[in-house]
């Protein structure tokens, strides 16, 4: 279904003679939407803004009756519209049938290719990666909402100095590990990482053994391997423990992946003329970028020693992405650091004729920081980032002990259920209410509050609905027979949003930004609160038509809150 908006600028175009520019109104009593032609057409036409408005106004009243119920020329020339309540009518059945809700889908089967979360392996996922799971979680739910081909990708960082580090570390210190003797957690080898990174800064043999430890599993040493593998299985585990609280679904493809290509890429850049080389290094110098020196800023594709690192690696994944993914659509998502990293890695590989923006669209979607209540980077007390299974497992419990408190005779297996739906669905409407480039504070407070804008409310709407269902005691399938009446202002008002659930979707699809559905959802609970409060629903000679309004409300209330990776709940 295409939005009203286009509706009403496809069928005023003509009476214009120019593209209708029609836009919402800002106000209920400024009518549904609002035509802003008459004073542009005024200067064209050297004539008066509102006899133009007064001449288009009967136009629209008199050609567009099956739209638009009545106009009204106000201000200086502007024309403010308020719909036919049966065409709205009309809209919302064809809306409550449809079962992607008058969502136009991607009938061409385009290949998006989100890239999100990416935790380095032997760290634990901290803070710092919360808004990119889920963010990129939102993000890639939509896409596939709209049914495009999407591939999720976990980029880790599962290469480099770090694990010679470790290999060696382990070797020399911690053959218990190796052999099946010892069970490390993700906290513990952490703790193997930081022992072994201090003993590369201070000792010098152990730095040349680590060295040699990456350099024989560059080389796919059979024993460097296994304990490689070793490492990354320890990792994972604790990745998935949270991946599977918050519902999140990655196709893990780290840097090692793309490690064969390295040369390859390095030789082809070679080839296009765009590598120098700097105190031995291979470099791409790029116009416009420079180090705050004002000298020129290099991206390294090949270290003095031979090495890689990760801007070779972006190069690559590129790359891939794009010649064997065959990818329409690459989305990045990452914190706004690594903005200058990234605009290099794709004006780079631009250059070295990898993409063009005509055949494939690029975004880097960029975040801000989750701040403690102080205003400070969350940090634990012993300064380090705090851990994202700490603060999933402690929103659970503060849900927990909202519903003990409210429902103390519910099975404490119906709690649990209850608490980590709402502790984790809380966590992430909370970041994605958040405009994303911005930072946010934290507070558990807040987003577990039943008022507001936060998932606890919406979904107490949501919860509202099944309680009308129940007390209705109404065959579902038999209401969905009804035609759909509005005629109470709170119907009307409702109607009108539920309608421009599109509208929510196209704007967080364009622009990538969450919080366009998380604004839409908010406004809908209370567009749905001030109904509830003014329409009577069960009993009343409007009971169907109401009931199929509360209908399509629950249904787009859970899309939206699914879309959002957001579970719903019976009751609460």
Aim: proline fraction near 3%.
């Amino acid at each position: 279904m295409r939005s009203i908006k286009e509706i009403l600028e496809e069928k005023i175009s003509p009476l214009l003679g120019t593209s209708a520019e029609v836009t919402r109104s800002t106000r209920p009593e400024f009518g549904h939407y609002q035509v802003n032609n008459a004073m542009k057409l005024a200067k064209e036409r050297k004539q008066n803004p509102r006899a133009i408005a007064m001449e288009l106004k009967e136009q629209i009243e008199q050609g567009l009756s099956e739209w638009v119920e009545k106009a009204e020329v106000a201000g200086p020339g502007f024309i403010n519209l308020h719909l036919q309540k049966s065409f709205l009518a009309k809209e919302l059945d064809e809306m409550v049938r449809d079962r992607h809700l008058g969502i136009e889908q991607n009938h061409q089967k385009q290949k998006v290719i989100v890239e999100f979360s990416s935790p380095n392996i032997a760290k634990p996922l901290h803070v710092g990666h919360l808004r990119s799971t889920i963010i990129g979680e939102a993000i890639a739910r939509l896409f596939e909402f709209y049914d495009y081909e999407v591939l999720r990708l976990n980029h880790v960082g599962d290469w480099g100095t770090q694990f010679g580090m470790l290999i060696a570390y382990l070797r020399e210190q911690q053959k218990e590990v190796l052999d099946g003797g010892l069970q490390v957690s993700c906290d513990l080898l952490l703790k193997f990482y930081k022992e072994s990174k201090q003993l590369f800064d201070v000792d010098p043999a152990f730095k040349k053994r680590a060295q040699e430890s990456v350099v024989e599993l560059q080389a796919r040493d059979e024993e460097s391997v296994k304990i490689w593998e070793r490492i990354c299985d320890i990792s994972r585990q604790g990745f998935n423990e949270i991946y599977d609280l918050l519902g999140v679904h990655l196709v893990e493809r780290g840097e090692s992946f793309y490690n064969p290509m390295l040369q390859e890429v390095c030789a082809e850049c070679e080839k296009e003329g765009l590598v120098t080389e700097s105190d031995g290094a291979k470099c791409i110098f790029l116009e416009g970028y420079k180090t705050q020196e004002d000298k020129p800023l290099p991206m390294i594709l090949q270290k003095s020693d031979g090495g890689f690192n990760y801007s070779t690696t972006d190069v690559a994944a590129l790359r891939h992405r794009v010649r064997d993914e065959k990818a329409d659509w690459i989305i990045y998502i990452t914190d706004l650091g690594q903005q200058l990293h990234f605009k290099m890695v794709f004006d780079a590989t631009q250059k070295a004729g990898y993409w063009s923006p005509e055949k494939v669209r690029i975004d880097h979607v960029t975040f801000g920081l989750v701040l403690n209540p102080d205003g400070k980077k969350m940090k634990t007390r012993e300064g380090d980032n705090e851990q994202l299974i700490d603060l999933i497992y402690r929103a659970i419990d503060k849900a927990k002990g909202i519903f003990k408190e409210r429902l103390p005779d519910l099975p404490e297996s119906e709690i649990d259920h209850m608490a980590r739906v709402i502790g984790t669905g809380a966590i992430k409407y909370a970041d994605l209410s958040t405009k994303r480039n911005n930072d946010y504070i934290f507070s558990y407070d807040k987003m577990l509050q039943f008022e507001g804008n936060t998932a606890v409310a919406i979904i107490y709407s949501y919860v509202r609905i099944q309680s009308i269902f129940k007390k209705a005691g109404v065959d579902l399938a038999e209401v969905e027979k009804a035609q759909m009446a509005l005629e109470h202002p709170s119907e009307v008002a409702l109607g009108l949003h539920l309608r421009r659930f599109s509208d929510a979707l196209e704007a967080m699809r364009e622009e990538l930004l969450p919080n366009r559905l998380t604004e839409y959802l908010y406004e809908l609970s209370d567009h749905f609160n001030a109904f509830f409060r003014d329409c009577q629903v069960v009993g009343s000679s409007e009971e169907k038509p109401r009931l199929l309004l509360c209908t399509l409300t629950q249904k787009v209330l859970k899309q939206g809150l699914n879309i959002l990776g957001i579970e719903t709940l019976e009751r609460m």
